[in-house]
């Protein structure tokens, strides 16, 4: 997934690749540093604070480049267990929630017709105007 990500024809998301390189990073610590017990797992979701912190937070910079060790800080977890956390208490990783706010933003411009496509997917953090289409 990493490789598809750096490869693809769209420059990469960057908290999509944070994200999965902090995955890929914990994949490694756990299997090669030669520990005897499992690691403990994340169980459940954010508080309901760290969910709003959070929430708060994507809100006020969905616009900017976010990494998962800063929202994990945000949130008052490790960033072992964030993205796993994220996922249980919003329902979608973390790089699909800020798409999704991307796309909010998008639409709301769109929808006032004051500013070209490409202007707005600037605006809105996409590469160009294509990217808004992109799955």
Partial sequence: ?????????????DLYL???LTVFGVHLLRTYTGRSRPA???KGGLSAA?????????DENFVRKVMVAELASVAGVSSNH??????STFGIPP???L???RLDLAEK??????????????LARFSDQSHLAAP
């Fill in 82 to 87: 964030f993205i796993a956390r994220f996922a």
């Fill in 95 to 97: 790089h699909r929630y």
């Fill in 18 to 20: 944070d994200s999965l």
């Fill in 109 to 122: 411009l769109l929808v006032d017709g004051e500013l070209a496509i490409a202007e707005i997917a600037y």
């Fill in 40 to 42: 403990a797992s994340a």
């Fill in 1 to 13: 997934m990493i490789t598809a990500e750096l490869t693809g024809k769209l420059p990469p998301n």
């Fill in 50 to 58: 760290g969910a709003r912190r959070v929430r708060e937070y994507l």
């Fill in 99 to 101: 798409i999704n706010l």
